[in-house]
């Protein structure tokens, strides 16, 4: 068995099992033998493992994911791969002694979703282990998403790793922490609530632009409990993930609320595919608005015509272009106001509202995904990125808006 750094409710760490035997690592040379720039080492180059990071524990054998689903054995652990999607593991949780969650490479993430979703969503209680290519440096925020356990490589030692615990206080990820202060939490609902309360009071036609991202869920959520007269609409542009159009369906079935779709003109999209091809917005950064002002702009300009009113689930932590970001501005465009009630939030509040009003999620966060748009525009990103480093990923960052927060003055 090799070492195991087990953390306690008081997130105290303990180290046991053997120190295992470790390689005299290779002595660094110098690039060309010396000749040339010194600075410069042959690093060796660390390749992600072709299967699991391991396959046992010390109670026997790991079970995959659809092992375990496909014949229960009471008192085995599974192992879970960053891809694999925990949401199956609701109601088919009992009987597991242990749930271990592989990081096979540095920089994905997706474990961390996985250790959220276990602990807030699906309420499993029992050991939870993460295990592969973790570091010191990442101890802190693992325990904080809900691990109780670390297993440690075969390089690594186990007194930085427990030291680890407490001098790394800054996760790579956020996420609802254990311990987190619940009255920095009731404070954001309180504030959030009577924003949205003004907000109806104030005007007659207000609506909210949701994307159905977790801020629009948290938004929606806010407006079905209060019972407020602000009406809801997405944009469906023909390249939304399946994921995203399921959770429509889900939102409506569970606030018992309509959501309405508006969609791009038939005969711009046919012109722009002619033109352009199905996926020109690959080729320039004037396509991929041209594509978004088709599929986005003119369906927005649709939906707000006769409005008074929007909001929006916007947040200064989402990019640098959102940075300056006020809670309440003024399109001028459209000569009416527009609301940012979550500019403020923290993706950390964002979640933890989730998870206090058990709010519906895109299954895409699951996947590591963080900032959604269309499909063939979003990808997932790495802990540490910036939100929205998965949008339109080929262009530079400054350019990364699509025309629908554009036109607007902070009152």
């Not at 939870?128 to 440096?137: F, I, K, S, Y």
Request: charged share 25%; hydrophobic share 40%; glycine share 8%.
């Amino acid at each position: 068995m090799t070492l195991l750094l087990s953390i306690n409710a008081d997130g105290e760490g303990r180290i046991s099992g053997a120190t295992p035997e470790r390689a005299v690592p290779p002595r660094p040379v110098p690039a060309n033998d010396g000749h040339g720039d010194v600075r410069k080492k042959i690093v060796p180059i660390v390749r992600p493992p072709a299967g699991p990071s391991a396959t046992a524990w010390e109670g026997g054998s790991y079970l995959t994911l659809a092992e375990w689903l496909d014949a229960p054995k009471p008192g085995s652990a599974i192992l879970l791969q960053p891809a694999d999607d925990v949401r199956q593991l609701a109601d088919r949780l009992d009987g597991l002694a242990l749930i271990a969650v592989d990081f096979p490479r540095i920089g994905d993430g997706r474990g961390y979703t996985h250790a959220f979703f276990l602990r807030e969503r699906l309420g499993y209680k029992g050991p939870l282990r993460a295990l592969g290519a973790v570091t010191a440096d990442q101890v802190n925020a693992l325990a904080r998403v809900g691990f109780d356990s670390i297993s440690l490589r075969a390089d690594q030692l186990a007194d930085p790793a427990e030291a680890a615990l407490h001098t790394f206080t800054v996760p790579y990820q956020g996420g609802v922490f254990r311990g987190r202060d619940t009255a920095n939490l009731k404070a954001r609902i309180r504030l959030l609530e009577l924003d949205l309360a003004e907000v109806a009071r104030r005007h007659e036609s207000p609506a909210l632009a949701s994307s159905l991202s977790a801020e629009d869920m948290v938004i929606t959520d806010a407006i079905a409990r209060l019972g407020l007269p602000i009406d809801i609409f997405t944009l469906d542009t023909g390249r939304l993930h399946a994921e995203t159009l399921a959770l429509i369906e889900v939102t409506a079935a569970r606030y018992g609320i309509e959501i309405t779709r508006y969609q791009p003109e038939a005969d711009a999209v046919a012109k722009y595919v002619t033109t352009y091809g199905e996926n020109g917005f690959y080729d320039g950064v004037a396509q991929r608005k041209e594509c978004c002002a088709i599929r986005k702009v003119k369906p927005l300009a649709n939906a707000l015509a006769g409005r008074d009113a929007w909001l929006t689930g916007q947040r200064r932590e989402q990019g640098v272009t959102r940075s300056a970001l006020g809670e309440r501005e003024n399109d001028e465009e459209r000569g009416i106001a527009k609301y940012n009630p979550l500019a403020v939030w923290s993706w950390a509040d964002v979640l933890a509202y989730a998870a206090h009003f058990d709010v519906p999620m895109n299954a895409l966060y699951a996947r590591g995904y963080v900032s959604i748009g269309c499909e063939p525009c979003t990808k997932a990103v790495r802990p540490g990125e910036d939100p929205r480093a998965g949008r339109w990923w080929w262009e530079n960052q400054e350019s990364r808006e699509c025309g629908l927060h554009t036109n607007v003055k902070t009152n």
